[in-house]
């Protein structure tokens, strides 16, 4: 079969997001705006998370929220790829909470994978799988394979589970 090209590396075509900075969000912290911390691959892993701690989200940008949405620890991405379509379009604003563990098999989550040392790690919105062995990771698009990292090679690379879909995308 024809392998499928990843469109990571697309020009998104939606609208780029009203971003603040912190101190124009800083009333509406975690109550109506969150940190916006990267645009993120929904296809291959891509290294495109700005940062992989939320203790620095003062020098982070910021955007509003829906108050049902907001909370702390939680932050939004934008889906940059097409591996998790129809479910995510490639553009949409995702909300997430930070090392939330996923509670079921299935749940969506933004992977981590270092298992190439720090330097080298790539994030991914994907679908987790539970396994005994290994962290399973899959998309909702059909034509890209499952992510599999031994769990010798990491111990834990979710960084979030999916809380909300803001739409944005097309």
Same mark, same amino acid.
């Given at each position: 079969?024809?392998?499928?090209?990843?469109?990571?590396?697309?020009?998104?075509?939606?609208?780029?997001?009203?971003?603040?900075?912190?101190?124009?969000?800083?009333?509406?912290?975690? %109550?109506?705006?969150?940190?916006?911390?990267?645009? *993120?691959? $929904?296809?291959?892993? @891509?290294?495109?998370?700005?940062? &992989?701690?939320?203790?620095?989200?003062?020098?982070?940008?910021?955007?509003?929220?829906?108050?049902?949405?907001?909370?702390?620890?939680?932050?939004?991405?934008?889906?940059?790829?097409?591996?998790?379509?129809?479910?995510?379009?490639?553009?949409?604003?995702?909300?997430?909470?930070?090392? %939330?563990?996923?509670?079921?098999?299935?749940?969506? *989550?933004? $992977?981590?994978?270092? @298992?190439?040392?720090?330097?080298? &790690?790539?994030?991914?919105?994907?679908?987790?799988?539970?396994?005994?062995?290994?962290?399973?990771?899959?998309?909702?698009?059909?034509?890209?394979?499952?992510?599999?990292?031994?769990?010798?090679?990491?111990?834990?690379?979710?960084?979030?589970?999916?809380?909300?879909?803001?739409?944005?995308?097309?």
């Amino acid at each position: 079969s024809p392998q499928h090209r990843p469109t990571h590396d697309a020009p998104l075509q939606s609208p780029a997001p009203t971003l603040l900075s912190f101190a124009e969000a800083q009333d509406k912290a975690y %109550r109506s705006a969150l940190p916006f911390v990267a645009d *993120v691959a $929904a296809g291959s892993f @891509s290294d495109t998370f700005e940062s &992989g701690d939320l203790n620095y989200w003062e020098e982070m940008e910021w955007m509003e929220v829906p108050a049902k949405l907001c909370r702390e620890g939680r932050f939004v991405i934008r889906v940059a790829g097409d591996s998790m379509q129809p479910e995510f379009n490639l553009g949409d604003l995702l909300v997430f909470e930070y090392h %939330r563990t996923p509670r079921r098999n299935g749940e969506v *989550v933004l $992977a981590a994978d270092y @298992s190439l040392g720090e330097a080298a &790690g790539t994030y991914a919105v994907k679908r987790f799988k539970a396994d005994p062995d290994a962290w399973v990771f899959e998309s909702a698009n059909p034509t890209y394979t499952p992510v599999v990292i031994p769990k010798t090679e990491m111990d834990y690379p979710i960084l979030g589970t999916y809380v909300g879909n803001m739409g944005m995308g097309g």
